[in-house]
């Protein structure tokens, strides 16, 4: 049987998603002795989601160094994400619903285009690079690739895609090494949520591409050990959506 997956399926239901993130957020700052607050819907702001899921992985700024020295983005940078994201939902209003989920963007020092992590939640991090030349195209294919991760790892918060037993490591169809199969899981999910943007807006080469690249994800993992039974729903939607445009 295959996910719902946000982005991706009309009618998947975010708040439904969100409210249920919320409260399990909430039970994990009870477990680690966080003054909690009454309303589980305050565990969907950035910050105290991000200072929540760091906790509970056990990782800081200071031991990330994508998130080291982060700040949050200010002046024409700033302006240019907002355009970005603003271009996105106008060019794929089904998306609407999605906005309710806030989300924090920042600069990173880091020499990298983009960054987020499950343990920063609702959190997109881009480097300086971004915003080079200006290129509005460029900044939205950098907030989508984020922000699609951001919410496939609100699944992941709810249930894990793998077990983590045998721990096999892939190569991304892009040459990245070392890679665990949730993280192929990820790199698979954004390529089908660009692929799924450029199709509306009619950029056929881009889709292919990254047609291609969905599949040489999936073709990788598909025996791997460590799936759970969600994680092998994910992979089984998206193969989906790779047979929808044999």
């Not at 992941?156 to 949730?182: C, H, K, W």
């Amino acid at each position: 049987m295959s996910s719902k997956l946000p982005l991706l399926d009309e009618n998947f239901d975010p708040s439904q998603l969100m409210d249920t993130v919320a409260r399990k957020r909430m039970q994990q700052a009870q477990l680690l002795g966080h003054a909690v607050t009454g309303n589980p819907r305050d565990y969907l702001e950035p910050d105290t989601a991000r200072k929540v899921l760091s906790d509970f992985y056990g990782i800081s700024d200071d031991t990330d160094p994508y998130a080291r020295g982060s700040s949050e983005l200010t002046g024409r940078f700033q302006e240019l994400a907002k355009e970005a994201k603003d271009r996105i939902f106008n060019d794929a209003p089904e998306w609407l619903t999605f906005e309710e989920l806030p989300i924090a963007m920042l600069l990173t020092p880091a020499t990298v285009l983009s960054y987020s992590c499950l343990c920063h939640p609702q959190h997109l991090f881009f480097g300086e690079v971004s915003f080079k030349d200006e290129s509005l195209d460029f900044i939205v294919e950098n907030f989508l690739h984020e922000y699609a991760h951001n919410w496939l790892y609100l699944l992941q918060e709810i249930s894990a895609f793998s077990a983590d037993r045998y721990r096999v490591m892939y190569t991304l169809p892009s040459g990245t090494p070392n890679r665990p199969v949730t993280a192929v899981i990820d790199a698979a999910y954004v390529a089908a949520v660009l692929r799924y943007y450029y199709a509306k807006i009619k950029k056929p080469q881009r889709e292919a591409e990254l047609t291609a690249y969905l599949a040489g994800c999936l073709m990788q993992i598909r025996n791997d050990p460590d799936l759970t039974r969600v994680g092998l729903g994910v992979c089984r939607r998206l193969s989906e959506e790779v047979a929808s445009l044999s």
